[in-house]
């Protein structure tokens, strides 16, 4: 699997991966996009790299576990839906800036949202893919290494 | 616009984060768990205080008016099902503090815990059919993963055949919804009841026997319980107590929903329909119980003949019956589950569920016996506990509407129920237990190695059951009420769609 | 529970008169209360009145916690508690120092609230409650023993058949208040018109005789009632002679004015009563076990009761209403004695025990009363006076009368054979050694047997000397309950020389004659024995085990595990509901749809159906999960076609991560097999190409139905005006229907945990191994 | 158009429910993986077939510009194939598992709980 081209292609390839997730996941509340396609970029860009560069380096650039990820994806996605509530209206009433931004739009709690499912969609990608892959290498190897 | 018909998913759902997030502290996980529980507890009782005082209460998610958005509905039905949940819930959670592994939880156990009370809980306030597809697929995934802690061989090979049946379930439901949507263009439920009487019955009630399918499975109806038999006994009993509980009775549910709400067209056919499935379940659940010499494989065969009693009162489609089968739902949940749990008590003074291998436990702990005996008599229907009631209510509803052969297979099964159920009694309490001299006195009067976390749950059940049977009245007259707001929607969807069209 | 047992249990020198007595001394002043209690009410009762009151319990369903005294309920009442207070007594003797007294005395207690609840109640829901109450702590009490499997087997006889007549009660009580219009009693009496001419009363009677027979030990279902002797004594005499087997009795007796005095009601009853009292008395003398001896003159005595109310004339309700106490009294008594032999000599075997008079003075006497009593020997004992309306009922009986005297007078010479078994034969003769050295019973033991046996001489001469005492007009107005007219109680023991006193002393030179022979002629009936091993017992045991068989069965075969086989099962179901219901409620009613096919369209429909063929028939993982790929890719091209584009890019992302998943984790699972045999295959393929028609079918005829969707017009008019996107599809995930899009992310949360533990766990349980 | 894509689905289906009742734990999984594709594509066709536009409202309109497919059903079935997904995963999973634990992957002999 290692091989140089591609763990050189992907070190490039990477951040534009990510930049492209995260210009989906911004997108997607007007051209077609959203929080799972470009969450599933995302992932796609850090398997990506697991691949090419071992788990160990990807799990390394990404810093936490994955499933940290889900909790704070799904917390973020509770939290916009909270932010209605707190306003005195119902549970994921959309609140909206007055302002527009460029690319975005508008900001609001339903962009929130969508970035929670954005976060849920990679560590749930991430947390399958590196336990199946170091399933994977143990069972080839024998051994048993620590997480 | 109620805030308390929303909290019950969302209290589980903020928990269970917080769970999740604190899984490096276990105490403040633990009390966490508890907290939530509890809070959603709190909730569940307001939330049936007050539609019972106030009337339906309706929350539209996002502000979206129905029938666009999506409607939370606590009816009379619901928030009773709602409170029944968070009880069992904040019940196992106690009781798991002292039974589950420290592996499981380290797996997410009291995480899972809480989804499944999400699930249920979304299950029980939907008022959109689609996102009631949802809901069940959380406590699916949930009930399966909660299934395979500590993988366990059987434990794999009983979650294969309860995830290969139940996807299979789910995939009739997400056809029939989609069709659903196909025919009458819209998906909230009290909006579905205004449609589909404008559409040919014919191909209504042909989508009913897909609902029907999908739910029948989802809730152990025959012939398609297989997968209950086959996985339930894999669980440690704080499990079972919750899945016997809640899972097959939100299957349960939402039949009772959904034929009560919107397939109504036909109901000479649909539901002698479901007369007919509810005896064969009745039938074929207790036989499979009368077979069985373990704990966990007896009383999960009796989770399905009790269905049948629930089915049969949605089938005799009266008032008193539907009464009876909300009664009947409410006593068997307290009672099944107590009878699990009691079950995990056992298991842990002697370290087996096999009837065989038990024995003594009457003369030892006389406190045991007897918080054995109250769920166990009250499932058999012995008066004045709360199965007689059911029971009663149920048969009277069944003569008035002169379907005398369910009610004959129902008192036939009654009985047969009881001789199960003193089947343990004699193997578990009154035998000796084999190979060892039973001493002539009690040890104590309940066994204080179980702990206050395993007693206190079973004791407040049981002391529920006695209540609401020697003190019927109110439940029953809920139960009376609820039946009456299920066969007379109009106020239901009157309160859903609100001013709008 | 057991301090007051645990000193019972020491020597007793040095302690006060108050510890040495057994603590159901105490006990019994509840139910000596009771019964003080009741007394107080005969004089009103006597009178005629009949005392009424109501608390509402469950009134949703019309359930009233009502209470109907009249002389009827007074009688039983008056029974359960008298003889219960001496139970009670005799019971802290019996099981002096057993470490279980406690819970002893909690069943009986409880058995004695419900048969007072039952006996008093006014609305007849409240009476099935206490009914079966009744039945349970009988199963509770014949179980005491429970270590011994006959008695938990005995138990669950008693229960089973008791319990399931309570259940045709049931449903005969749940029919009677519907025709009758209420639960209350006191309004069932006045319909019994419409009831017997409504079409279900016949269902009703069989229903209630069913309930009546099962617990009053009537033939075929008497089977239980010598079994249940394995509960202790106090347990028969209480339960199983004196009062609870005379519920059955009661039913029939309190409702007899309801749904008496048709002919199906007095054929029944006659006919059952009258082969139950024969078959008891026969049996009764064949056995040797005392308190199988009473038991079976005890169903003996049953039989005589129904059969009485059977025949209903104003003669046999009153002959019903004193051989009921009669029979109480000095069964009672006997049965008490029976257990104070076998407690202070260890065995109940009449072969085994002789000349115990001289030993157990005080019991002889008391067995020699009852037993006078039993075999209606000397007009001084009530029981003769009982034995002559017997037969005065049976003489004026309106048909069949001879039969029935004949029965009668048979019944009768082996009930004195039997109270020659009791009371001659173990007291008389040389003293023969015994298990314990045999000595007199303790004062808690004999005081119950002397009280009730002398209690029957005592009748006698309130009923000969004082006719104007309580007694003759209470029992009048009990009959009067029972035979709905009025009946006028004059008894006497002694009326001179008549056809009944001739057939009285027939009886008794029979009876003596038949004792002194009896060997002889249990040697030449033996082979008629053998025929009771066809008897109900024995269809009682094949039918627990025929059901054992059926159930272990069915369940094989329902759960048999296989679980292709169960998705087959479920699969046809659905198929066949569905099929069927579309076809014979809707029909078939396909349109065309033929609109704008377009090339490239077809294309992709004829690839995804190649790929699922491919995926179907393949042989390799490899190219099963190309095949795969491919569907999911030619989805997400049908998407692109119509305007999906979200869910094509989704569809596509999903497909490509389901795949790698499918990689990773078939990569170690073998190659497939052929499996299945060819029969199989085709017998699957064919349930596969008919459920695949009739989806096709089902879409089909849906989309003949035109829909106009209620939703999508509103998403469009909103979707840039309230939710601020331009993405109709995003919105509804995010905003209009953003809670499924919590669901889902939720679910995918859920599958996440579950697979890393399904994972990682596996790696524990390696380390653990 | 939409015969074919009913025959479509009813290829779906009985290719689906022919792998659901093999006895291979893998073929079962292929069985609903195929009939999760059927139920996808038969609630997109529920929407009614709408050649062409996507239900996107143009940058300068305030909603969308004649015919433009059922936006809905596309939510639906995104919704189903990502829990569909989770749901396959998850039993893709177990069936590795169970296999490794039981070391055969013929469901015949996988009865263990039931006798």
Redesign the interface.
Known sequence: MHSMILSTATRYLLPLLLMFSIFLLLRGHNEPGGGFTGGLVAAAALVLYGLALGLRSARQLLGIDPRMLIYVGLLTAVVSGLLGLLSGQVFMTGLWSTQTLPVIGKLGTPLLFDVGVYLVVIGVTLTIIFALMENETDSKTGSLKEE | ?N?FV?LPI?IP??TT?GV??ARQRPRLRRNLSLGGAGLLLIIAVELLVLVWRDGIQV??????AA????TLVADLFSAMMVLLAALMGLGVIIYSQATAEQ?AEH??YS??LH?IL??VN?AFL?GDM??L???F??L???S??LL???????Q??????Y???N??G???F??A???L???????NMA?LAD?LNS?????V??L???F??AFG?KAGAF??F??L???Y??APAALLALFAGLMTKVGVYALVRVFTLFFTQ?TG?THT?ILIIAGFTMV?GV??A???TEFRKLLS?HIISQIGYLLMGLGLFTTAALGGAVYFMVHVILAKSALFLVGGIIYKLRGTYNLKQLGGL??LY?GLALLFLIPA?SLAG???LSG??AK??L??AG??AEQYVI??VS??V???T??SM?KIW?EVF???QPGKE?P???ISFIPHQAGVSMLLPVGVLAAILVVIGLL??PL??LS?LVAGQLLNPADYIETVLGGVL | MTPAIASEQQPANGKSWLHRLNPGWFVALLPLSLTLFFAGLICRVAAGEVITGSYPWVPSLGVNLSFYIDGLSLVFALLISGIGTLVIIYAGGYLAGHPQLGRFYIYLLLFMTAMLGLVLSGNIIALFVFWELTSLSSYLLIGFNHSQPKARASALQALLITGGGGLALLAGLVLLGQVGGSWELSTLLTQDIVIQNHPLYLPIVLLFLLGAFTKSAQFPFHIWLPNAMAAPTPVSAYLHSATMVKAGIFLLARFNPILGNTPIWQCSLTATGAVTMLLGAYLAWQQTDLKRILAYSTISALGTLVLLLGVGTAIAVKAAVVFLIVHSLYKGALFMAAGAIDHETGTRDINQLRGLRRVMPITFVAVTLAALSMAGALPLFVGYIGKKLIYEAALTAPSAAWLLTGSVLLTNTFTVVVAGLVAVRPFWGQLKPTPKPAHEAPLSLWLGPLLLAGLGLLLVGLLEFVPSSLLTPFLATSATAIADELVRVKLAAWSGVNAIFWLSLATLLAGIGLYTGRNGLRRLLSPANALTAIGPERIYERTLAGLQIVATGQTRLLQHGYLPLYLLTIVLTTAGLIGYTLLTRYGLNIGTHWSGVRMHEITVAVVILLATIAAVVSKSRLATIAALGMIGYGLSLLFVFYGAPDLAMTQLAVETLTVIILALTLYHLPRFSRLSSTAGRTRDALVALTVGGLVSVLVLTVLTVPMQSRLTPFFAENSVTLAKGRNIVNVILVDFRALDTLGEITVLAVAAIGIYALLKQQKQNEQNE | MEIVLALVIGGLFAGGVYMLLRRNLVKLLVGLILLGHGANLLIFLMGRLIPGRPPLVPVDATHPVGLFADPLPQALVLTAIVIGFGLQAFALVLARRLYQSAHTDDLDQLRTTET
Do not use: C
């Not at chain 2, 029938?67 to 999506?70: L, Q, Y």
């Not at chain 2, 949507?181 to 998906?187: P, Q, R």
């Open positions: 616009m805030i929303l969302l759902l903020i984060i999740l997030l929350i539209q998610v996002g502000e979206w029938p666009f958005g999506i592996r797996f997410g995480a899972l989804f999400m699930g979304g939907t689609f996102n597809y949802v809901w697929e959380l699916l995934i949930a399966f993963v395979v802690l500590g993988g366990r061989r059987d794999l090979e009983g979650t294969f055949k995830v290969a049946i996807l299979f789910s995939i009739l997400l056809v919804v989609g069709i949507y196909g025919v009458a263009g819209t998906l909006d449609q559409l040919p019955s014919g191909l009630t042909t009913a026997m897909l029907l399918v499975i012939p398609l297989f997968w038999p086959a996985s006994h894999t036909d056919y329909l074929t036989l499979g009368v077979a069985q065969f009457s003369i006389p008599l012995i008066p004045p007689f009631w009663f209510a048969v009277q003569l008035a009610v004959a008192l036939g009654s009985l047969l009881l001789f003193t004699a009154w035998k000796d039973t002539v006195q009690a019927a009245e029953v007259n009376l």
